[in-house]
């Protein structure tokens, strides 16, 4: 199975939904697409939304810290959220959370944020 990846701006919060697998073969994919996006100035945080991901080595780990460092240097925040138990096992034991923030949902990260 492939990654599909959707994008969606909600006024200076990127937020991105993966669905799939993000492994070596796709995450190049997605960190092109996020920079892309990224160009825009406006744009300071990130969400990104687990919820339908099934699966993720460390290249996913790798693109999403990448992401982590680049919204870092706007003073921005990067929020992760709906994860399934299996790729929440992944992100606890890669220190993924010590890093970046959960929240349980959508919703609740957004509101974070002070855009829902």
Request: with cysteine.
């Amino acid at each position: 199975m492939s990654l599909r990846i959707e994008m969606e701006t909600k006024q200076e919060v990127l937020v991105v939904r993966l669905q799939g697998e993000l492994d070596h073969h796709s995450a190049d994919e997605l960190r092109t697409k996020v920079e892309e996006v990224l160009r825009d100035p406006n744009l300071r945080h990130i969400v990104l939304s687990l919820a339908d991901l099934s699966f993720m080595d460390s290249s996913g780990i790798g693109v999403i810290l990448g992401r982590y460092k680049q919204i870092s240097a706007r003073n921005g925040e990067m929020i992760v959220c709906s994860i399934n138990p299996t790729i929440y096992r992944i992100c606890e034991m890669s220190g993924l959370f010590k890093v970046i923030k959960f929240r349980e949902n959508e919703l609740e990260a957004l509101n974070v944020l002070g855009v829902a």
